[in-house]
């Protein structure tokens, strides 16, 4: 009542403002006499009416903000920690009659049933008198407590058959639905819904009948989809994908040590209740939600169909296109981005789990397919649609050429590598057709160069690499790492920022595959030269790639300042890994009994003759960056001098490596207090 009031007053104290503003307005445009208040009306007092285009706004008073947060806590929140506590409670009070056999199994249940009606006959009457809040949360109660009584009379006693029990749970599930649009509360539905999953749990005999419960979830999940469109309870959605989700998820690890063998009748109705779900979430989704839904889906359906290739791979491809299809339509940015991801996650996870030797057919149609749905999302969008690019459009259309370009690499190199070429040039000229595309349809005055200019540069990257990648071996590398200093020449001379992060990419590229297949290529080899054999070649060539390339990319204004110093680093991680390797390869070939312990050595005295070396360099060249990387090696070297040297050597050879190391350490040293005064300035200078 006193908020009321207060209310109240409020109200009537605006009123008279607004008054007080139209007799103004009245009085300075000369109003007729009738519009005025008449004589009897109570005159209010004078006060010089406030501007007309700042009308005045009573600020809340904070006591009321105090008393609604105490109200809120006081009635909701209590109220809901009360529900729990009185369930606990009731389960507690009931497994200790239990335990006391105070009453037989079937008093039990019939208390409990009779318990939670008459909550729920409460919980009604205190809602008739405006009790809304405490009504819901009596319902809830209730609901819960008629949970409990129902699954025991089923799972404990055996008092009613498996049937009736699930009958009288799905009841109690559309009760707690009716409770919930009748008070107008999500909390009652959610509970409900909790509820409903947990029925097939808690009265489950441990027999497998995949169509009925993933026909009951289907079922459940539609009308929770209803309900929650009805009210516009968008947390009902939410919590019946996690539902979903964790009750498929546990029926799929329930298939046991059988999972994965044939004949497996539950994949059938397992894949049409994937699909399913799948299509009913897609309509009403928001783009988060579509994320969650369709990565779920995705990761579910390599445990679906694992050695069904056909049936694994264009399912795949469907969900792709319907993400595809869903992000057209409500034009979202990220969702192909996160489709083509999903894509690719799945199919990278079933491939090195389940790939059948046999499915090569299946996996070069499917990944051309797949190659041309994504790769058509751009020319869509941009000729169909007539929509302006966006970066992330461009972004797929560079990560699908790549990903799909890695996939067919992967599936053609053992048997069929003389076809990699070829499928190369094939690529490219789709990419130069869709340039040539976009240059033609595009209107002169709003010709967007972007999209052109994507095309363009993956299809020369792809017919760069399709002459060396029908050869074998090295050159691949070699020729990755002249097009890296290429592109990066390019860059510094038009001042262009594309060329630049392509060449970016390319080093990385140069860096995975150095680590991945050059550095393993000579295994097995009987013939060696130290430092004049192919390997070291393409380390050295690739090295001064790098090294020429940061000078490039130097140029201000083209790349951020630790672009073109990450390549420098990669530049002297190439050259040292190429010499550490010809180390290690020399130590091996010629001490075959201490080669271990000779190897670790040697490779100690190699890194901290480079850093000495680096910060030679940079002393010379006042470089802090050289200064820098060579005290980060000398810390490595320190560490692994104690942490692995210091228990793995043997005691000459320790003796020889702290005793070189040492010296080594101490004229570096000697550099610093050297050149003390000559560096701090150089740091003064670069500051300044």
């Avoid at 790549?402 to 190199?413: D, K, P, R, T, W």
């Avoid at 290690?584 to 001490?591: H, I, L, P, V, Y």
Wanted: charged fraction near 15%.
């Amino acid at each position: 009542m006193e908020a009321l009031t207060e209310a109240n007053v409020r109200i009537l104290r605006r009123l008279e403002a607004l008054e007080q503003r139209l007799r103004a307005l009245e009085a300075r445009h000369g109003a007729p006499a009738e519009t005025q208040a008449p004589p009897e009306a109570a005159p209010l007092p004078a006060a010089e009416p406030p501007p007309v285009e700042q009308p005045p706004v009573p600020p809340a008073p904070e006591p009321e903000q105090h008393a609604g947060l105490e109200t809120r806590i006081g009635l909701a929140w209590v109220n809901r920690v009360a529900v729990v506590t009185c369930m606990l409670a009731a389960a507690f009070f009931f497994k200790y009659a239990v335990d006391n056999e105070w009453v037989g199994p079937g008093g039990r249940v019939v208390i409990g049933i009779l318990a939670g009606l008459v909550i729920l006959g409460i919980a009604e009457r205190l809602f008739s008198k405006g009790h809304t809040v405490y009504a819901q949360g009596l319902s809830g109660l209730g609901i819960a407590v008629l949970y409990l009584a129902f699954q025991a009379s089923f799972a404990f006693y055996r008092l009613v058959p498996q049937a009736l029990a699930f009958a009288l749970m799905v009841l109690t599930t559309l009760s707690g639905a009716f409770l919930a649009l009748r008070y107008d509360a999500p909390v009652i539905a959610a509970l409900t819904l909790v509820g409903g999953y947990a029925t097939p749990v808690l009265l489950s005999t441990g027999e497998d009948r995949p169509w009925f419960f993933l026909g009951y979830l289907l079922l459940l999940n539609s009308g929770v989809q209803a309900l929650a469109a009805l009210r516009r309870w968008r947390l009902l959605t939410t919590l019946s994908l996690a539902g979903t989700a964790l009750m498929y998820w546990a029926w799929l690890v329930g298939r046991g040590s059988y999972a994965y063998a044939e004949p497996a009748p539950w994949r059938l109705p397992g894949w049409l209740f994937l699909l399913t779900q799948y299509f009913l979430y897609l309509p009403k989704a928001g783009e988060a939600f579509f994320f969650a839904v369709h990565l779920l889906a995705c990761a579910a359906l390599t445990q679906v169909w694992p050695v069904e290739p056909s049936r694994f791979l264009w399912t795949l491809a469907a969900l792709s296109a319907a993400a595809l299809w869903a992000a057209d339509r409500r034009n979202w940015e990220r969702a192909p981005l996160v489709a083509l991801g999903a894509w690719w996650a799945a199919y990278a996870y079933w491939k090195s789990e389940y790939w059948p030797p046999a499915a090569l057919a299946p996996n070069l149609a499917f990944t051309a397919a797949s190659f041309l749905l994504f790769f058509c999302w751009l020319p869509w969008r941009v000729v169909a649609r007539r929509i302006e690019a966006r970066k992330q459009d461009l972004i797929l259309a560079s990560v699908n050429a790549a990903v799909m370009f890695g996939i067919l690499y992967s599936l053609l190199s053992q048997d069929y590598s003389r076809w990699l070429g070829l499928v190369a040039a094939l690529m490219a000229a789709m990419h130069l057709g869709l340039g040539w595309l976009l240059l033609k349809r595009q209107a002169e005055e709003k010709r967007d160069t972007r999209p052109v200019f994507l095309a363009l540069g993956i299809a020369i990257t792809l017919l760069t690499l399709a002459a060396p990648i029908q050869f074998s071996g090295f050159r691949i590398t070699l020729a990755w790492a002249v097009e890296g200093a290429a592109l990066s020449w390019i860059a510094a001379r038009t001042r262009a920022r594309e060329p630049a992060l392509a060449a970016c990419a390319i080093f990385a590229l140069i860096l995975g595959r150095l680590a991945l297949f050059d550095a393993n290529a000579l295994g097995g080899v009987t013939e060696y030269s130290l430092m004049l054999n192919a390997r070291f070649l393409t380390f050295a060539v690739s090295a001064a790639s790098f090294a020429a390339a940061a000078l490039f990319l130097r140029e201000p204004g083209l790349l951020p300042r630790a672009a073109p110093a990450a390549v420098y680093t990669g530049a002297h991680l190439v050259l040292l890994g190429g010499l550490a390797m010809e180390v290690s390869e020399w130590t091996r070939r010629n001490f075959p009994d201490g080669g271990r312990s000779v190897e670790s050595m040697a490779l100690s005295f190699l890194c901290a003759a480079y850093a000495l070396a680096l910060v030679i360099a940079g002393v010379r060249t006042r470089s802090a960056l050289n200064r820098a990387l060579g005290l980060a090696l000398i810390v490595f070297v320190m560490l692994k001098l104690y942490l692995y040297d210091i228990w793995q050597l043997r005691l000459a050879h320790r003796v020889i490596a702290f005793a070189a190391l040492g010296a080594l350490l101490l004229a570096m040293s000697f550099l610093y207090s050297r050149y003390r005064a000559a560096i701090e300035d150089w740091w003064r200078d670069e500051k300044n």
